[in-house]
């Protein structure tokens, strides 16, 4: 079992950043990917980022350029830097973890809001 816990999520003006981190406990040993993914209001649920223990990184189109996922190991944390947030950018922003042997675990997710 691994849990994941986020925060940073808030209230901020179009053009603004935001730092979004996500604790993992548990068997933080089995980890082999992290992810954040967002869902908007009336919208499903979409992949922002990824980073594996390798720190190799893969960016979907709304994050590219704008926003960068890192992990600090000693730490069991990864973080999402979102810099130029647009309105189209608020969400509830969703941490996931993929497990050995193929087990995902989700956060309970923490809302950005962008105001134009």
């Known amino acids: 079992q691994v849990q994941l816990v986020e925060s940073g999520g808030g209230l901020v003006q179009s053009g603004g950043s935001l730092r979004l981190s996500c604790a993992a406990s548990?068997?933080?040993?089995?980890?082999?990917?992290m992810g954040w993914y967002r869902q908007a209001l009336g919208k499903e649920r979409e992949l922002v980022a990824t980073i594996t223990t390798a720190d190799n990184t893969d960016y979907k189109e709304p994050a590219k350029g704008r926003f960068t996922i890192s992990r600090d190991n000693s730490k069991n944390t990864v973080y999402l830097q979102m810099n130029s947030l647009k309105p189209d950018d608020t969400a509830l922003y969703y941490c996931h973890a993929r497990v050995f042997p193929g087990f995902e675990f989700w956060g309970q997710g923490t809302q950005v809001t962008v105001s134009s």
């Open positions: 548990g068997s933080t040993a089995n980890i082999m990917t």
